[in-house]
């Protein structure tokens, strides 16, 4: 597997709008895009090569909203954005990582993502991703 670089840094939020404020008032940074993926509502703030990705459920049972609920707002996840999801999906499985699904699925701006069991990763949820040609 190919770790290409860190993509972005998942922080759940409860209003997307009123935490993007925080970057865009606090530190003068730009959110330059949102997404809406099912259950989703994503603000990608970029930071050099990387990104912030605010993430708000729509909907009080999502999987967010749970998070939230249960630890408050803050950082979800680390993406690392890969160059062939399939064979990073085959790699981690010959290794037997648990994952939390079998198969990559449809994330924000047409990236295909899977995600590694925080069980097998002490905690920190961490999310790989691969995103279609000639997109940042
Ligand atoms: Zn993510």
Redesign the pocket.
């Known amino acids: 597997m190919k770790i290409k670089r860190l993509a972005?840094i998942?922080v759940g939020v409860k209003d997307l709008k009123e935490v993007a404020g925080v970057y865009t008032d606090f530190l003068t940074l730009a959110m330059t895009s949102t997404d809406s993926v099912g259950e989703l509502l994503t603000g990608f703030i970029p930071v050099g090569e990387t990104n912030i990705?605010l993430v708000q459920s729509t909907t009080p049972e999502g999987v967010m909203a749970k998070f939230v609920e249960k630890k408050g707002e803050g950082i979800h996840?680390l993406?690392f954005e890969v160059d062939d999801i399939d064979a990073a999906l085959a790699e981690l499985k010959a290794k037997g990582v648990p994952l939390t699904s079998d198969e990559p699925r449809p994330?924000a701006h047409g990236a295909r993502?899977l995600f590694l069991h925080p069980k097998a990763t002490h905690g920190v949820l961490i999310?790989l991703?691969q995103y279609p040609e000639g997109h940042h």
Do not use: S
Request: glycine share 22%; charged share 20%.
């Open positions: 972005h998942g990705e996840h993406a994330g993502v999310e991703c």
